[in-house]
Each structure stands twice: as C-alpha cells, then as structure tokens.
Antibody
Framework: EVQLVESGGGLVQPGGSLRLSCAASGFTFSSYWMHWVRQAPGKGLVWISRIHIDGSSTNYADSVKGRFTISRDNGKNTVDLQMNSLRAEDTAVYYC?????????????WGQGTMVTVSS | QSALTQPASVSGSPGQSITISCTGTSSDVGGFDYVSWYQQHPGNAPKVIISDVSKRPSGVSNRFSASKSGNTASLTISGLQPEDEADYYCSSYTSSSTPYVFGTGTKVTVL
C-alpha cells in the first residue's frame, strides 16, 4: 500500500524555523520526483517545491525561494522541507506528493498533510 | 506564475451535469497536455481524478470527463451525486521557473 506520511508541523513564531518530513512506503521511492504543496486555511493549493529522483535538482516557488530547502534520502525513503525565516503567510497545511519520473506530470498520490502555524 | 482561473463555485441538482473551466496561458494549459484535475473533500488530501487532460485513473468514476481547448481545460461531472460535493482543482505543468501551477479551485455544491 502506497503511503506518504508527513510530520513536523506545529506552531512557530515569525522568523523561526521548522523542518517537515515526509516518509514514503509501498513504492519505489527513488523513481519519483517528490513535491511539497501547501494550502492556507480556506484557500487553494499552491505548489512550493520539488526535488529530482536522485536529489540532483530542486525548484522552488518564488514565495519560498531562499527560505525553504528541500532534500531527500533515498536510503530512508524520506523527503524533508527545511523552512527558515517563517512568516505568517506561510501558515498552511503542507502536503507531500509524488510524480513518477518520465511519466505523466500528475500528482498521483498525496500525503494527509501537516499543519504549520506561524504566529506570535 | 499566476494561478489558473477557475469559477469559485458551481452547483447542480442530483443527476445533472456540470462543467468546471480552468483557464491559463500558452505557457501552461495551452502549451502542454499535462493538465490534471483533483478532488478534495473537506479535511482530506487532494485525490487525482483526471491526468493528461482527459485520462481517468483506475477506480475513478466514468462520470468524470475532461478536455482542453486552447488555453482552457474543462472538467465535466455527469449524473451529479451527493458525494461529488467537494472542491476541485486543476493543475498544469508550465514552462516557467515554477514547473507546476494549480487553479484557484471550484466548490461544487449538490443542491
């Protein structure tokens, strides 16, 4: 059974840091680009970052570039999102999702998400 | 990269058909056959219901169909059922530095 389980969310003060993790199981992790997508309360989905199957390439949305860093460990089947200099507007549910390398550009499976609240 | 434009809400009675539009540009929807659609019930993660403009993943009801014309993609739900009440998002691969963009989302209400 395919599973993506996010963890690490919580309450953090503005300017603080948080590290999210997504644990994958039930599929060949190293065959998938991994992505983070967030959803602010009552708002829509926003793509924020992705990492290549071997970690050699990363991309970020302009809104998080320079503050967030995505990484992966194919030995542990995990993808992390280090979030620094957090702002109130980063408050959201953060989902990890996968896209098969060389396949269709579709997020074919999502985790259940982890909530990040940035507030003093 | 701006979000793709969807109507905020669409409603219909059980058994009816509704269509949700998703408008982008030639740099995203119009430029690639990589439009996908996601259904999200409250409190749940999104679930893919359409990939590659019009392909239905295994297990997705054939009441969901989709197409694309120019810079606009469309999702049609036929034979509307109460369980179809949810938020729907389109997404497209893009040629910009932000490789993926989502739509603004559409709340579907079954009257």
């Amino acid at each position: 059974e395919v599973q993506l389980v996010e963890s690490g969310g919580g309450l953090v003060q503005p300017g603080g840091s948080l590290r999210l993790s997504c644990a994958a199981s039930g599929f060949t992790f190293s065959s998938y680009w991994m992505h983070w997508v967030r959803q602010a309360p009552g708002k829509g989905l926003v793509w924020i970052s992705r990492i290549h199957i071997d970690g050699s390439s990363t991309n970020y949305a302009d809104s998080v570039k320079g503050r967030f860093t995505i990484s992966r460990d194919n030995g542990k089947n995990t993808v992390d999102l280090q979030m620094n200099s957090l702002r109130a507007e980063d408050t959201a549910v953060y989902y990890c999702a996968r896209i098969l390398s060389g396949g269709s550009r579709v997020f074919d499976f999502w985790g259940q998400g982890t909530m990040v609240t940035v507030s003093s | 990269q701006s979000a793709l434009t969807q109507p905020a809400s669409v409603s219909g009675s059980p058994g009816q058909s509704i269509t949700i539009s998703c408008t982008g540009t030639s740099s995203d929807v119009g430029g690639f056959d990589y439009v996908s659609w996601y259904q999200q019930h409250p409190g749940n993660a999104p679930k893919v219901i359409i990939s590659d403009v019009s392909k239905r993943p295994s297990g997705v009801s054939n009441r969901f169909s989709a197409s694309k014309s120019g810079n606009t993609a469309s999702l049609t739900i036929s034979g509307l059922q109460p369980e179809d009440e949810a938020d729907y998002y389109c997404s497209s691969y893009t040629s910009s530095s932000t490789p993926y963009v989502f739509g603004t989302g559409t709340k579907v209400t079954v009257l």
